[in-house]
């Protein structure tokens, strides 16, 4: 464990388990800036990636690593109606949708940190009522734990003092062989179901089956098999499970079903993903271009995220699963990426 001076009064810290994996985190946003994991060769890859400068967390970064919220994805047209009012958010996608928390949601927030022990670090931060125009006060937390068996757990949070929505998730981007396009990563998604969306990237409503459609990857496949008859991937995946969508709050649902998962034959890097949420947001990177990062820079496809969510725009859409929760109901889930050699 190493904690450093970041700048401009933020932290840096560093975890790294027995076997030589490293997680970086910092305060501002409750981003990870960095995980690094040794391929079949012994080569240290950036398979996560960040920034070692402090102001690149404060400007519009592509979310980069990055804890997101108070409400994940898109919002149509920046509003939404709860117990007969209108709320109305901040408008930061294309001047008219309200995207990840708004212009200055927790991304860009410095988040209180405390050391928990060696391996696992604590991240708070308070949500006051009015914030990019959400309902009530909301106490977050967000902890890191980074165990011997390369696992990567975020355990989520959120009290809230009146009834609010609430989706968060981590937006890291991933590529297993540190650099280059990622269409020769094999992903396996365990999702019978996706969320189409409009040419403004918002949900049509609609939840299509994934079988026989770019979107299957119910058997894996590479990444590029299909990604251009798609425009490439921005849509949330529904995971495989009788009434998964029925309980918004069950923090110990399916946490040892594998989700997800990349692999690059390449590097011979494996990621699967965990978690205690219903869905995944698969990002293919397409928006990503010329975004300087160490040691390298992003451009279209050079990267991917899995944002575990509740289905995005859920305010919106009275059919989909309720986001809703208070003081009588308590935010708590949990998402695992975990990395080993095949």
């Not at 690094?36 to 950036?46: A, H, L, T, Y």
């Not at 990055?66 to 109606?81: C, L, M, P, Q």
């Not at 949420?277 to 992003?298: C, D, E, I, Q």
Request: hydrophobic residues 35%; proline residues 3%.
């Amino acid at each position: 464990m190493q904690i450093k001076n970041f700048g401009g009064g933020y932290l840096l810290y560093e975890l790294k388990n027995k076997n030589g994996m490293i997680l970086k985190l910092t305060d501002i946003g409750a981003s990870i800036t960095g995980v690094f994991f040794k391929d079949k060769n012994g080569n240290e890859v950036q398979a996560a990636f960040g920034s070692d400068a402090y102001s690149f967390y404060l400007e519009p970064h592509d979310y980069i690593g990055a804890s997101v919220g108070r409400v994940a994805n898109r919002t149509i047209d920046s509003e939404f109606i709860l117990d007969g009012k209108t709320y109305k958010l901040t408008k930061n996608d294309n001047g008219k949708h309200h995207l990840h928390g708004g212009a200055e949601g927790i991304s860009f927030k410095k988040f209180d940190s405390k050391l928990l022990n060696n391996n696992s670090i604590s991240f708070t931060y308070f949500s006051k009522e009015g914030e990019e125009g959400y309902p009530a006060n909301v106490n977050i937390e967000i902890v890191y734990t980074l165990t011997d068996d390369n696992e990567i757990l975020i355990n989520y949070f959120a009290d809230a003092d009146a009834p609010t929505p609430l989706n968060f998730t981590n937006h890291a981007y991933w590529n297993l062989n540190g650099e280059g396009t990622i269409y020769e990563h094999d992903l396996f998604i365990d999702s019978s179901f996706y969320l189409p969306v409009t040419d403004e990237c918002v949900s049509t409503g609609d939840i299509l089956k994934t079988e026989n459609t770019p979107f299957d990857f119910t058997k894996t496949k590479k990444i590029g098999a299909d990604i251009e008859k798609t425009n490439g991937y921005d849509n949330c995946f529904i995971f495989n499970e009788k009434n998964i969508l029925s309980n918004t709050n069950n923090e110990e649902n399916n946490l040892n079903k594998l989700r997800a998962s990349c692999y690059s034959e390449n590097t011979g890097i494996y990621l699967e993903l965990y978690t205690t949420k219903p869905a995944m947001h698969f990002y293919s990177g397409n928006m990503l271009n010329n975004r300087a990062v160490r040691n390298t820079v992003l451009n279209k496809h050079n990267a991917f995220c899995f944002e575990t969510e509740f289905l995005p725009a859920a305010m919106n859409f009275p059919h989909f699963p309720s986001i809703i929760f208070d003081s009588n109901k308590s935010y708590n889930h949990k998402t695992i990426y975990k990395l080993s050699l095949k």
